[in-house]
C-alpha cells in the first residue's frame, strides 16, 4: 500500500505537533475578529452577545471515497456516534452486500454534503462539517462467509480486570459516524439506521465528544473527563503507515486497518476525592499541561530514571505513563477516543484504536495496563470489540465487498 | 427597566434578519481559509483532512453579571444542558440561599473561564465558548418561601393533548447551561451538580443540540428533527423590551422574566411516512427554506388571504403557521429551543420560551395549538414546566437573593 499521505497522517497524529497549552489562553490570541466588541470581559452592561461573524465551515467535506475509509488518519471531528450492529438471524451474505450497498451510497452522498436517496429531511444533510462515516465488520461474519480467510481479526484476549457488560459487546458490523455538528451527526445517523433496519439490529449506540471545532488551536491534545491531557504519544507522524494499515495480508484488504473499541467507565466520584499530587504521581504527568513529572512541556520525553532527592523514582513505574511506554516501536497505535458522559452523571471514555496488528501491537499495551497501572483505581472497561476495517471502495461499489467476498453490486436491488 | 440592550435584543431575533438560505451553499462562499486547500470536494485521492486554522474561539466569554440573567437573549450556543431540582424534604430558604450562593459563583467563575473554587478538573474550565448559566424557580418555592410575593409566575393550565410525565415536569429550580463546547458543558454540569447535591436532588436533564457555532453563518434559523425551519417568528429585534422583561410588578423581579420548558416529542417515523407535499401543507410553510406557501423568502410574510386556483386557501387555516399566528402584537415570546434525541431513536425539541407574561403571550399560542394544529398528528408534549427567572446578581451577591427574600451574602458558610 503506497498511498499514505504523510500529511494525512501527520494530521490525524497531530497531537504530536501541539504545543503544550496552545490551547489554553486562547483569550490572548484572540483578535476582535468580530469587529463590534461584543465580548465584554468583564463590566456591568449585560454582556449578551451575539457569536463572531466566523468562518462558515459546514460546507467542509471529507471524501468517503478513496484508498483507506475516512475517519481514522481524520483529524478528530468533535462529535462521534458509534453504532454497534447485528445482523438479523439467517442473514448471510446476500443481506450483507444489499444493506453494505445502501450504507455507502448513503455515506457516499451525506459526506458531500447531500441527502440519502430515500432521504426525508435532505436539507438536514446539507453541512456535513467533515462528516465521515466508517465502517467495519466483527469476527463472526468473516467466520460465517469467508471462514478460510485471515486478515488477522481475532477477539481480543481476556484482560483480568475488565468487567464487561454484553450490552457494550462485541457485534457484527460498526459504524463510526463523526463530524463537528451535532446536527448532522443525528439526522445521518438516523437515515443510516433506517436503512440498516430490514438487515440489523442495533444492539449499542455510543456517543461521545471533544471539544468543538475552533473551542482549541488545531492540534490540541484532547483531555478526558479526569481532566487529564489524554493522547500526547499517538502514531507518530511520518514513516508509520506500517503500524496503520494493513498490506500483503489478505486479499482485499490492503489499505484496510483494525479497529478497537473499549467502553471505559471513569470513577469521578472517587478521583474527585484524590488530591492533584497523588493524581499526578498516578498518571505521571502534570494535569495543568500534560508535562511528564520529569519535564516541562506536554512532548517533553519522560526521563524514567530520574530521581528525587531521597531516591525514588518521579515517574513512578506502576504510573500509567510508565506502564503503557514501551521499548517496542512497534507497540503503538492510532487514538482516537471520545468521551462520553450519561444522563445519570456517569463518565468515561469511548477509547478507539486503530492499528495494522493488533495482536502485536494493542494487545500487549492492555496486558501491561491489565497487570498493574496506577490508573486502574479509577477506570474500567465495560465494553470491548474488534473489527476488521477494510480499505474504502470506489465510487458505485460499498465497502467490504472484496473482504467479504461478495459480488459487485448490480443494477437491481432497492433502496429502503 | 431601562438596560435593554438593542444589539443584544437583536443578537437574540437574529433569525429576523438573517436570510432565508443563507446557511446552505456555504460551500461556495468558503474561501480557501486554512491556505492548504485540504478540502477535496471528489477526486481519487484519500481526502482526510486536517481541519482549516479556524479563529479560535473557545476563550469567548458572555457576562454573567449585568442587568439581566446571561443566556436569554443570548444567541443560542450550540449545546444545552437544562438540569431540573428539587430541594430537599425539610429545605428552606436558608438551604436555597447556600445553594444559590454556591452556584452563583461557579457560574461566575466558569463563564468567565476559571474553575469553580472547589474545582477538581479545573483546567476543564478554561475554554468557556460563550457558556452561560441561568437559573429560575418553580412556582413551590415562591408559595413557601414568600406566599404573598406576586411577581406573575403560575402553572401552566393544563393543554388537553398534552401526555405528560411527571419525570420531566415542574420542579423547584432550573439550572439552564448552554455553551458551544461539549466538553465544557460536561464538566460545568457536573461541578455545578455537585455543588447542588447537599441541598437537592436532581429530577431530570435534559440535553438539546444546534448547529455547531461555525457550521452555518450567523443568524441562520435553526431546523428542528422533522427538518423544518424552526423560529422564523421569534422576538423582533426592536422595541420589545417590555415583552421579554418584567417591570414593575414586584420588587427585585424588574429585569427578570418567565421561562417556559415543554418538552415535545416527535413521532418521526410516522412523519417520515408522509410526503413532502403532506408536510408543506401541515406546516404552511416550505421546507426547503422554510419560506411562507405564499411567498419565496423565509421571513416573507404569510398571505392567509391568498387562495390556490380552485379557491382553497394556499395556507390551510389549520396549518402550524395560521394556527400560531396572532393579531395580537401581545402574543408573542422569545423562542429558544434545542434538538434532543434519545439512545433508543427518539427525538424531539426542547422547546424554551421567555416570556415577561406567561399568560397573556404564550398561554393563548398554546391554547391555539392545542385546539387545532395540524402538526399536533406529529408532536406531543410529554414534559411542561415553568419558571421565575430573575435579573442578574452583582458581583459577590447571588442570583434570585433579592426576589426569594433572603439575606445577603455573609462571609460565613462554607463551599461545597
Known amino acids: 500500500m503506497t498511498g499514505l499521505n504523510r500529511r494525512n497522517l501527520l494530521a490525524s497524529g497531530a497531537a504530536a505537533l501541539g504545543g503544550a497549552g496552545v490551547g489554553w489562553g486562547t483569550r490572548g490570541l484572540r483578535g476582535d475578529h468580530d469587529g463590534n466588541g461584543t465580548n465584554s470581559a468583564s463590566g456591568t452592561e449585560p454582556a449578551?452577545?451575539?457569536?463572531?461573524?466566523?468562518?462558515?465551515?459546514?460546507?467542509d467535506t471529507i471524501d468517503f471515497h478513496g484508498v483507506h475509509q475516512a475517519g481514522i488518519d481524520t483529524a478528530a471531528q468533535a462529535h462521534l456516534s458509534l453504532v454497534g450492529l447485528d445482523l438479523l438471524e439467517g442473514g448471510g451474505g446476500e443481506e450483507l452486500g444489499r444493506m453494505m450497498r445502501l450504507l455507502s451510497d448513503d455515506a457516499s452522498r451525506f459526506t458531500s454534503g447531500r441527502g440519502a436517496l430515500a432521504d426525508t429531511e435532505p436539507e438536514l444533510a446539507e453541512s456535513p462539517a467533515r462528516l465521515t462515516v466508517t465502517f467495519g465488520f466483527g469476527p463472526r461474519v468473516l467466520r460465517m462467509l469467508r471462514p478460510a480467510y485471515d486478515p488477522g481479526l481475532q477477539e481480543?484476549?481476556?484482560?483480568?480486570?475488565d468487567r464487561l457488560d454484553p450490552a457494550w459487546g462485541q457485534t457484527d458490523v460498526v459504524l463510526q459516524v463523526c463530524t463537528d455538528d451535532?446536527?448532522?451527526?443525528?439526522?445521518?445517523?438516523?437515515?443510516?439506521?433506517?436503512?440498516?433496519a430490514p438487515f440489523a439490529t442495533v444492539r449499542w449506540v455510543q456517543d461521545g465528544f471533544r471539544r468543538a471545532r475552533g473551542t482549541e488551536a488545531a492540534g490540541t491534545t484532547m483531555r478526558n473527563l479526569m481532566g487529564q491531557v489524554d493522547?500526547?504519544?499517538?502514531?507518530?507522524?511520518d514513516d508509520h503507515a506500517d503500524l496503520l494499515w494493513s498490506t500483503g495480508r489478505a486479499s482485499g484488504f490492503d489499505g484496510g486497518t483494525f479497529m478497537v473499541v473499549r467502553r471505559i467507565e471513569m470513577d469521578l466520584v472517587d478521583w474527585d476525592r484524590t488530591d492533584r499530587v497523588a493524581r499526578e504521581f498516578s498518571v505521571g504527568r502534570k494535569l495543568a499541561d500534560g508535562a511528564p513529572l520529569t519535564g516541562s512541556a506536554e512532548?517533553?520525553?519522560?526521563?524514567?530514571?530520574?530521581?528525587?532527592?531521597?531516591?525514588?523514582?518521579?515517574?513512578?513505574?506502576?504510573?500509567?505513563?510508565?506502564?503503557?511506554?514501551?521499548?517496542?516501536?512497534?507497540?503503538?497505535?492510532?487514538?482516537?477516543?471520545?468521551?462520553?458522559?450519561?444522563?445519570?452523571g456517569g463518565a468515561g471514555l469511548v477509547f478507539l484504536a486503530f492499528a495494522a496488528d493488533v495482536d502485536r501491537q494493542f494487545v500487549p499495551v492492555q496486558?501491561?495496563?491489565?497487570?498493574?497501572?496506577?490508573?486502574?483505581?479509577?477506570?474500567?472497561?465495560?465494553?470491548?470489540?474488534?473489527y476488521a476495517v477494510p480499505p474504502a471502495c470506489v465510487e458505485g461499489d460499498f465497502v467490504g465487498r472484496e473482504m467479504l467476498g461478495l459480488p459487485s453490486p448490480t443494477t437491481s436491488g432497492g433502496d429502503a
Chains 1, 2 share one sequence.
Open 231 to 237: 493522547g500526547t504519544v499517538n502514531l507518530p507522524a
Open 299 to 344: 512532548h517533553d520525553e519522560p526521563d524514567f530514571e530520574a530521581v528525587d532527592a531521597v531516591g525514588f523514582p518521579v515517574i513512578d513505574p506502576a504510573s500509567h505513563v510508565a506502564r503503557m511506554r514501551s521499548a517496542d516501536p512497534a507497540e503503538r497505535f492510532l487514538r482516537r477516543g471520545y468521551n462520553y458522559t450519561t444522563p445519570d
Open 367 to 386: 496486558q501491561r495496563m491489565d497487570e498493574l497501572d496506577l490508573l486502574n483505581e479509577w477506570v474500567t472497561t465495560i465494553g470491548s470489540a474488534v
Open 48 to 59: 449578551s452577545t451575539e457569536p463572531a461573524a466566523d468562518v462558515v465551515t459546514g460546507g
Open 156 to 161: 481480543l484476549p481476556a484482560f483480568p480486570l
Open 182 to 196: 451535532p446536527m448532522t451527526l443525528s439526522h445521518v445517523r438516523r437515515m443510516l439506521l433506517k436503512d440498516a
